[in-house]
């Protein structure tokens, strides 16, 4: 597939390599350090709901950019940012106290719960493939270099967009006769995810200066999610629902999102 993002990500890892090469000098004395960063983690959903629980810890796989940037005259203290695009999954289930959960579709399209006429799914399990673009911001706290080594910890926000969320739906096709037990995969749902979520973070890291002015560096995270995953819209808007005694009663998904990562990553 076409990704003109991943194009535009790998144009600008070149620029920043190229610059932090040809400006290389001592780390402590340097007051920009730029380079790559992958990150591997879990997804773990704080519900909101008694209707759907939580499946197990989804996942999360991203790669970008990182930059830490010292304040004016200033070893220790200074700001962490970067460009990252997240890969991750959420994994929910319908309640064993909840009534059966439906929605109404037509090919890979989940509709709103008022089009009863289309195909019927009784839903038992989602899980959300997402793709978003985060810009984390966070205030930066450095030891002095020990050796080859220094130590620091990190503090921010963290602000993905959602780019793109997919679905797979594991439960019973109820359109036709007979019913069948079915796997709906690649499901859409149009303004089903939040846009923006944004994340409060901590972080604790080393680096390791292993030649020249290029460091390897190792940091653990935890974000806690500040904003709602799923949008709670108008009741002609909802897609799932609960049909108690022929009455439809839309419902919206709700849970925040907290994550635990494990980053590495080379500066310049």
Known sequence: MNYPFLKLFIMTSFIFIFYNFSNAQGIENKSIQAGLTTSFGLNLANMGTSIMDKNGPGTNFSIGLLMHKSFNDSKNFGIA???EFDFGSLKFAKS???????????DREILPSSNTSENLFSLANRKHKTTQVSIPIALLFRTDNQYYF?????????????LSNKMIDEGTDKTGTPQIEKINEGMLSKNEMFFYQASLGLSIGAEWNFIGSTCLVAEMSYYYGLTPLFLDRKDENKTLYNNVNGEIKPFSNKATLNQLNLKFAVLF
């Open 81 to 83: 940012t970067g460009l």
């Open 96 to 106: 064993a106290s909840s009534p059966e959960i439906f929605y109404n579709y037509t």
């Open 150 to 162: 220094r130590y620091f910890t990190k503090f921010g926000l963290r602000n993905s967009f959602v």
